[in-house]
């Protein structure tokens, strides 16, 4: 566990280490189904369209940046507008240190002081890590969609986690 984790809103000058970190999995992981990497331009108009109420933040450690974090929209349909989908990813040599959990509690807490309702983690079946720490904050599991993915030659299941947030 590391106590030095400084969690801040994510700036274009991070870009560049957000898809690092994200193109690793594409290509080592089914934590995401994405199977091609993210070009640049592509992250850079990601984060250009995450607004205030769909905050990106990086954990940083010593001045580098260990895991990213994002709010995004679940739904474009507007009666989804108070509900998020959260994402973390965690630099592949900084896992098991606490990063993770400091990365989500911090967008629980962003989540809630910006009024949304609720929080959903679609989950890679097999990713037993991020299925844990989801259930250690609070998420509870409400769905799983059977062969919903294909990567790395086999068929994935996704599951559904949520986590209701408390009125401000």
């Known amino acids: 566990m590391t106590s030095d984790i400084q969690i801040r809103l994510a700036t274009e000058a991070d870009c560049i280490a957000i898809n690092d970190i994200y193109n690793y999995y594409v290509i080592h992981s089914t934590c995401t189904y994405q199977t091609e990497p993210e070009p640049i331009e592509s992250r850079r108009n990601w984060l250009a369209n995450h607004g205030p ?20 929209r679940f739904h474009p349909r ?33 989540a809630t002081q910006l009024g949304h309702h609720t929080i959903v983690a679609l989950v890679s079946g097999e990713q037993s890590a991020s299925l844990g720490l989801h259930q250690k904050l609070g998420f509870v599991r ?24 408390a009125s401000k």
């Open 53 to 72: 109420k769909h905050p990106v933040t990086v954990a940083e450690v010593e001045g580098a940046i260990v895991g990213w974090g994002s709010l995004s």
């Open 78 to 110: 507007q009666a989804y507008a108070l509900t998020v989908e959260n994402a973390v990813y965690v630099h592949h040599l900084w896992q098991g240190r606490g990063v993770g959990k400091s990365i989500v509690t911090d967008l629980i807490y962003r």
């Open 142 to 165: 409400v769905g799983q969609l059977k062969e919903a993915g294909f990567k790395m030659q086999h068929w994935l299941d996704v599951v559904y986690m949520q986590k209701m947030l």
